[in-house]
C-alpha cells in the first residue's frame, strides 16, 4: 500500500503561492524516498511552525503521518489540504485509503469519487470505488464504476469478475456468463472455482440437477475457495429458483468471511423467497451493521418485517430506502403500508401523492391512498380519489366499488348504490359489490330492492353478512315472521356471531315472543364481552 502511494509525493508540485522555502521540501522529499520519515516529519514539522497554512506543505506532512501510520493526525493536515487545487485530489485519495482501512467504506466513497471522476484518475481510484460500491450493496453504482474502470484496464479479470456478478444479481444470465469466462481467462479471480460456477450453471440450465448438485457440494467442501464464489454460486441457484439449495452456500460463506455483506445479505434475500421472513431478519441486520445505507437491504429488511405484521418495525429501513432512492415506486408503497398499518396514515399520504404524481398506471396505490385518507378523518379527498380511479381503470370493478364504498361514508347512499352496481355488473361473483349495494338501497330506504339484492348475495355466497342484512330489510317491510325465517336457517352454523342473537332477539319481540328474545339477547350480550375481551387481550392492530 506504501509503494503505491509514493507516486503521490513525487508529482506534486510546489504551490506557487508557498512561503516555504523550495530546498525545505525538497528535502523532505529525499528523506521520504530514502524511507527516512522520522527526519522527514522533523523537517516538516520545522516548516509548519514557520507557515501552517502552505496546502503542499500540509499535504507532504500529512502523507508522512500517515505512512506513519499516525492516521488522526494525518487526516487533519489532509483535510486542510483537501481543497487546494495541487494538493486536492491527493489528499482525497489518501483520506479515502484512511476511511477504507478503518471499515468506513461510505466515507471513503465520498472522498475518493471526485479522483475517480478525475482525467486520468487517481491511481486505482476506479477499480478502488467500484469495490466499495459493491461492498455497501449499492449495485447500479458498483456497475456504473466497474464498467468505467474496464474501459480503461480490459485486461483486469478481477474488474470482468465483479460485473459478473453484478449481472447474475440482476438476472442477467448470458451477460454473467460472458463476463466470468473472461474473469477465467484472464485468470484473476480463482480460475478453476470460475469454471465451476459456469458448469454449474450451465446445468442448471439444461435441468441437469444432479452435476449442479454435485458442484455446489465440491464447493462447500473447499474450504480454502473464495467466499464470495460460494455466494456466487449460491445466487445462480436462487436465480434458477432453487434458494432452498443456496442456504447452505450463502451460510458457509458468512462462516469464511463475516465482513462479507453479499453473504449476509445474499442469505436473507433466500430466507425471504423461501417465505421465512423470521430467519431473514438476523442476515439481513447485520448486512446492515456492514453497510448501513444499503437500499436493498434496508428495503429487504422491511419487507420482512411487513410480511410478519410488524409494521412499526418496518418504519425505520423503509425509510433508509426510500431516502436512497426517491423514484423506487414499490419502496414508497410498502412504506405506506408500514405507515398505515403502525398507525401513521398522515405519514403515507404525501409519499403516494409523490407517486401518483409520477405514473398512473397502478391502481394498488390509488385504493390505498383512499384507505389513508380516510384513516386521517379526509372523506372528500378520498372521495376525489375514489372519483379519479374509477375514471382511469372504468373496467375494474374494484375502482366502482372503492368510489361506491366512499360515497356511502358521507352518506350518499343513492349515488353509492349506482356505484355498486356497476362493480357487481363487471365482476358478477363479487359479493363485495352485492352487500355494499343492498345496504346502500336499505339505507336509502328501497326496502325492498335491497332485500332482493341480499337475496342475490345469499344466492350466490350463503354468508351471514347478507342473511342479517336480507333479516332488516324484511323487518323494514313489516314481514318480521320472514325475517324469523331467514335467520334461524343460520342460528346453528353462526352460533358465536353475536350480530345474529341481537338480530332475532329483535325478530321475537316484535313477534311478541319475550322469552326468546330474551334469551337471544342474553347470548349476545355474552359473546359481545368475550369479543370485547379478546379484542383487548390482543392489543393494538
Known amino acids: ?311 412499526s418495525d418496518a418504519v425505520a429501513p423503509l425509510e433508509a430506502a426510500r431516502e436512497a432512492d426517491r423514484h423506487d415506486t414499490k419502496t414508497a408503497g410498502l412504506l405506506s403500508v408500514a405507515y398505515y398499518r403502525s398507525g401513521a396514515a398522515a405519514k403515507a399520504i404525501p409519499i403516494l401523492r409523490d407517486v401518483l404524481q409520477n405514473s398512473k398506471q397502478d391502481p394498488k396505490v390509488y385504493f390505498l391512498l383512499i384507505d389513508c385518507l380516510n384513516a386521517d378523518a379526509r372523506e372528500e379527498e378520498a372521495l376525489a380519489v375514489s372519483t379519479e380511479a374509477a375514471a382511469r381503470f372504468p373496467q375494474l370493478a374494484k375502482a366502482w366499488l372503492s368510489k361506491g364504498q366512499q360515497l356511502a361514508r358521507l352518506g350518499k347512499y343513492h349515488e353509492a348504490g349506482v356505484q355498486f352496481a356497476k362493480a357487481a355488473e363487471l365482476e358478477p361473483g363479487d359479493i363485495d359489490a352485492l352487500l355494499g349495494m343492498a345496504e346502500a338501497q336499505q339505507k336509502d330506504g328501497d326496502y325492498q330492492g335491497s332485500f332482493e339484492t341480499y337475496q342475490r348475495a345469499l344466492a350466490r355466497d350463503g354468508d351471514v353478512t347478507a342473511a342479517l342484512g336480507a333479516a332488516r330489510s324484511l323487518m323494514f317491510l313489516g314481514k318480521p315472521a320472514e325475517a324469523r325465517t331467514v335467520l334461524e336457517q343460520f342460528a346453528g352454523a353462526n352460533a358465536n356471531n353475536s350480530q345474529l342473537h341481537f338480530e332475532l332477539s329483535r325478530i321475537y319481540a316484535r313477534l311478541g315472543e319475550k322469552d326468546l328474545a330474551a334469551q337471544q339477547a342474553q347470548l349476545g350480550q355474552q359473546l359481545r364481552i368475550q369479543e370485547s375481551s379478546t379484542a383487548t387481550g390482543a392489543g393494538p392492530q
Not at 506513519?68 to 485509503?97: C, F, G, V, W
Request: charged share 25%; aromatic share 6%.
Open 1 to 311: 500500500m506504501l509503494k503505491v502511494l509514493s507516486f503521490l509525493v513525487l508529482l506534486l508540485p510546489l504551490s506557487a503561492a508557498t512561503r516555504v522555502q523550495p530546498p525545505d521540501l525538497t528535502r523532505a522529499r529525499r528523506l521520504i524516498e530514502e524511507e527516512k520519515l522520522p527526519e522527514a516529519l522533523a523537517v516538516l514539522d520545522e516548516a509548519k511552525a514557520a507557515n501552517g497554512t502552505d496546502p503542499s506543505l500540509l499535504y507532504l506532512r500529512g502523507y508522512v503521518l500517515y505512512r506513519m501510520n499516525k492516521l488522526s493526525e494525518a487526516k487533519q493536515d489532509l483535510k486542510s489540504s483537501a481543497t487546494a487545487t495541487p494538493t486536492a485530489l491527493r489528499s482525497h485519495y489518501i483520506l479515502a485509503r484512511i476511511a477504507e482501512s478503518e471499515g468506513q467504506r461510505t466515507e471513503a466513497i465520498k472522498w475518493l469519487r471526485p479522483c475517480a471522476e478525475a482525467e486520468p484518475p487517481v491511481d486505482d481510484a476506479l477499480p478502488r470505488i467500484s469495490k466499495l460500491y459493491w461492498e455497501v450493496g449499492q449495485i447500479e453504482n458498483s456497475q456504473v464504476w466497474t464498467e468505467r474502470a474496464l474501459r480503461k484496464t480490459p485486461w483486469d479479470g478481477s474488474l470482468h469478475y465483479r460485473l459478473a456478478r453484478i449481472y447474475q444479481i440482476k438476472g442477467q444470465a448470458e451477460q454473467a456468463r460472458v463476463e466470468f469466462a473472461a474473469s477465467s481467462r484472464l485468470k484473476s479471480a480463482d480460475s478453476t472455482g470460475v469454471r465451476k460456477l459456469m458448469e454449474c450453471s450451465e446445468a442448471l440450465s439444461a435441468k441437469d440437477l444432479k452435476t449442479a448438485l454435485r458442484v455446489r457440494e465440491e464447493f462447500i467442501g473447499q474450504s480454502e475457495l473464495d467466499p464470495d464464489l460460494l455466494v456466487a454460486l449460491g445466487t445462480t441457484f436462487a436465480t434458477a429458483g432453487s434458494p432452498e439449495q443456496a442456504i447452505d452456500l450463502y451460510t458457509a460463506a458468512v462462516a469464511r468471511d463475516p465482513q462479507l455483506f453479499q453473504a449476509h445479505f445474499n442469505l436473507g434475500l433466500a430466507m425471504l423467497n423461501l417465505n421465512r421472513p423470521d430467519a431473514a431478519i438476523e442476515p439481513l441486520q447485520r448486512s446492515l451493521e456492514l453497510a448501513p445505507e444499503s437500499k436493498q437491504a434496508n428495503a429487504a429488511l422491511g419487507l420482512s418485517y411487513v410480511m410478519q405484521n410488524r409494521y
